[in-house]
């Protein structure tokens, strides 16, 4: 086994524009023309494709490219129980000139996990290390899904089956500090989180927007969030990295959020107990190095 860990001088965050034969495998699906196996199939291909090229250019991570995935996110509460999704009508429409359609993701019971998916997905990627190269599972942060069901949109279906929103913080907790072992177990040492929740709260108007909460509430839920991933990030093993990945949307290149990390950098650079951060800087959207300074690591 690859002894390889993040982070690495140069790296990515994992994933990659599909191949189009992947896209119309994967239309084709949609429509009932191919089974479920050829699809997996066309996927094992583009992404056996993917890491020759990632191997190729030099890099020392491999990915698959999130090719398994439909989106960045929700694939990973789909591989829940008490998670059902089913197709949008108005899409998501926070991103900047265009609705992302996207399947609506709901809630129907409490959330629990048996065997995700995304453990067998790795294995695929893990049995295409060599020396020079580790394997990198990427998938939504705890926080991040606990924000997606407590929002302004979902919270009131959620506290159906909840008596509080930390009750349910409890059940997001269990359920990664299962995957996080299974993902240790096949083998993988290295977990990127991808965190968009803190890409939102840089902006102000849609902070309060898409939580729900007043503005003066704002600091105790980054306090929630960081509690929550620092819980499960305690969960690992010591050989285990786990790094972060915050970004503002990225939907057909278009974008959800602008922002400097000012507001947030307190709770999430000072705090939140992540081996390194990938982000966006030192650009307009979102501004400049100086909130870096806080980081609690060198």
Known sequence: MSTLHEPFRYDYVGSFLRPEKLKKARAEFDKGTITREELTNVEDEC????????KKAGYHVITDGEFRRATWHLDFMWGLNGIEHKK??????????????IDDTFMTGRISV???PFVEHFRFVKALEDENTVAKQTMPSPGQVYA?????????????????LEQFADDIVNVYVRIIHD??????????????VWGGLVNKEMALSLTGEKEEDLPKLMDLLVDINNRVIASKPSDMTI??????????????SSGAYDTVAEPLFGRE??????????????????????????
């Open 47 to 54: 992404i056996r494709e993917l890491v020759a090229k990632q």
């Open 88 to 101: 949008t009508v108005a899409g998501n429409t926070t991103f900047d000139g265009e609705a992302a359609m």
């Open 114 to 116: 048996d065997r995700h």
């Open 148 to 164: 997606f069901f407590s929002g302004a949109e979902l919270k009131e279906k959620t506290l159906e089956f909840y008596d509080s």
């Open 183 to 196: 993902l240790y177990e096949a083998g993988c040492r290295n977990v990127q989180l991808d965190d968009c």
């Open 243 to 256: 790094t972060s990945h915050v970004c503002r949307g990225n939907y057909h290149s278009t974008y959800f």
């Open 273 to 298: 107990n992540i081996d390194a951060y990938y982000l966006e800087y030192d650009d307009e959207r979102s501004g400049g190095f100086e909130p870096l300074k806080i980081c609690n690591r060198q």
